[in-house]
């Protein structure tokens, strides 16, 4: 069975300051999602992560995925209070692609 | 990118009612679609997978006669709560999936999500 851990949980930064959300997977997988999720809304795709030593970035949000460690990042740069929301990371299980998804990391950004 | 569209968005209802939700691939067909349940400050957790033209797949611990899942064409999945109870209300999310083209990987394009609240 895989699962999928986050660590933080919960994590409060001031703007300006740069910080990491990690993504912990159990079981061997090719690929690895990001995703935002504001309050009250649905998911909003960032990453897809295909292969080992992938990175992207789109603002000041950068992933990357070693699928040797099984361990995706997720790092925030000089944050600014729109990044504020819940970030998910997933992980497909075995042919049929189902997610299994990450707790969550509630991230908020103070002025 | 692909649109997938929720209806209802929320739906307040009493308790025993049954409350469908549907679940729309826009612009392209979706053999297979993912239902999804989140309680408030929660994660999503995967009821079953939907597949065109057959039986859908339930995950574990999950009531298939309570959570009636049609999947009747390409484009359409439904989930029907059926004799709700205050428990249920949750926020339903789905998901469907694009084919890729060309040996491109899959994509999964998640709805905007009914809000389910039983009274």
């Known amino acids: 069975e895989l699962k999928v851990e986050q660590n933080p949980l919960f994590l409060s930064m001031q703007e300006g300051k740069n910080y990491t959300i990690y993504c912990n997977y159990s079981t061997t997988s090719d690929r690895l999602y990001w995703y935002r999720q504001d309050p009250g809304k649905s998911l909003e795709s960032l990453f897809v992560l295909l292969s080992n030593g992938a990175v992207k970035q789109e603002g000041r949000l950068m992933a990357s995925l070693d699928t040797k460690a099984r361990l995706s990042t997720l790092h925030i740069t000089a944050a600014v209070h729109d990044l504020s929301a819940t970030y998910f990371c997933?992980?497909?299980?075995?042919?049929?692609?189902?997610?299994?998804f990450g707790q969550g990391t509630r991230l908020t950004i103070n002025p | 990118g692909a649109v997938v569209s929720q209806h209802p968005s929320r739906v307040i209802c009493k308790s025993g009612t049954s409350v469908k939700i549907e679940c729309r691939s826009l612009?392209?067909?979706?053999?297979?679609m993912f239902w999804y349940r989140q309680f408030p400050k929660q994660s999503l957790m995967l009821m079953a997978t939907s597949n065109e033209g057959s039986k859908a797949t339930y995950e574990q611990g999950v009531e298939k006669d309570k959570f009636l899942i049609n999947h009747a064409s390409l484009t359409l999945s439904t989930l029907t709560v059926t004799s709700a109870h205050p428990e249920d209300s949750s926020f339903y999310i789905c998901?469907?999936?694009?084919?890729?083209?060309?040996?491109?990987?899959?994509?999964?394009?998640f709805g905007p999500g009914t809000r389910l609240t039983v009274l």
């Open positions: 998901s469907a999936r694009r084919r890729g083209l060309a040996g491109r990987t899959d994509t999964q394009y």
């Open positions: 612009d392209f067909q979706a053999t297979t």
């Open positions: 997933a992980a497909p299980w075995w042919f049929d692609q189902k997610l299994v």
